[in-house]
């Protein structure tokens, strides 16, 4: 099992000017590397029987540039520009990595099709990290001892190490970033032993829950968490101090400072959404063995829509995610449904009873039940994942009980509670 585990660090001001020279640096090497690999590209856009009408080229085309290339031209590199020398070679390797990944994740399609988009060159200032492959290593430029990381090209930096490494895992990577606030290091650590998903037959609480906007979530017994609504308490003083930064001459330290301080409240509403993510992620994995949820489209349902801002604020898939990382450390089943009809169809019988989002109460006029209507998608979407595991199967399309059953195996259908 990997985590990582972020650290701010205290660099004096020497120390920050070569991080900085660093970043500056290696942020140039992207540009010109990411240049090369766009030019090879429109050099051999047109076809071997043919020339194309966008572009062909009039010289011999250069050799392709992917990393193995790229990384080789490290040496010449550092002889027509010395100022390279100062970096490792490892953490100019792990930049043209990082060019590599993005560009493949542009050209090749994933499992599902889907591409993403075409690496950018990047502005003063927007190469924000490097990182070191080895720590602790006999042969790594980076020792972290429990109290402060020491790099032989910048000395020792202090460490706020406010919370301990665990026992038993072992320091892989290290990444220095710079943020709005300061300076941090991200300690990637590993440990050889998995935790072991909770056997099927051993589940003994399950829930289900619904994501929403009235209500952030709602679980399957009606128990609901409000929406926080980070983003749209600090937007009036967002926008002020935005404002502010306009109004500023561009690049002169007056818009630095501004522009600076529209990072540290972005950078505080992302933290208060994070610790609500995983204080949240947290009580649902301590009292659930089992926990299903909807494997949703973000970007669909907040396209061309009205509600995008209050999506984005909520941030649901991003909850999704952290819910998944807390749940495979105490072995939680974390089960993705099909969100289709969990909203339309009645949890006790199964029938289909359509309405629109303004109606937040479901009513079934073939079983006569009442019930929320996020409490009645939570239902379904336990049934489903319930099924899925195959631990369950509903009767008739639904349960009577709304709660989920196990099936025995016998001559008459016998069903009992899980709870």
Known sequence: M???????????????????NWLELLRRHWNYALGQRLDWLNRTRCQIDRCSLISCPIREIPSKPDYHFQSAELKETKKLFPEYKEIYF??????LKRLDKSWQRWLVPDQTGK????????KT???RSFNFSR?????????FDGKQIIISRFGAIRVIVHRPIPDGFVIKTATITKKADGYYVSLSLEDKSVPSLIPTNNIKTAVGIDVGLKEFL??????????????????????RKQSKAARKEIGSNNWKKAQNKVAKLHQHIARQR?????????????????????????KGLARNTKLSKSIYDVAWGTFIEKLNAVAVKRGVHVIKVNPHNTSQNCSNCGQKVPKILSVRTHYCPKCGTVLDRDENAAINILNKALCEVGIILPACGGLDTGQPMIQETSEIWVQLSLF
């Open 2 to 20: 990997i985590i990582s585990h972020c650290y701010k660090i205290k660099p004096n001001q020497e120390q920050i000017a070569k991080i900085d």
């Open 125 to 127: 200032g927007k190469l």
């Open 90 to 95: 490892e953490v100019q390797q792990n930049n």
């Open 115 to 122: 591409r993403f988009g075409r690496p950018r060159f990047k």
């Open 218 to 239: 709602t679980t399957n017994t009606g128990e609901t968490v409000s929406v926080p609504n980070f983003y749209r308490k600090y937007q009036s003083n967002l926008a």
């Open 274 to 298: 994070e610790g609500f993510h995983y204080k949240t992620a947290h009580k649902l994995v301590k009292e659930y063995d089992l926990i299903a949820v909807e494997n949703l489209n973000i």
């Open 135 to 143: 720590v602790n290593h006999p042969k790594a430029a980076v020792k």
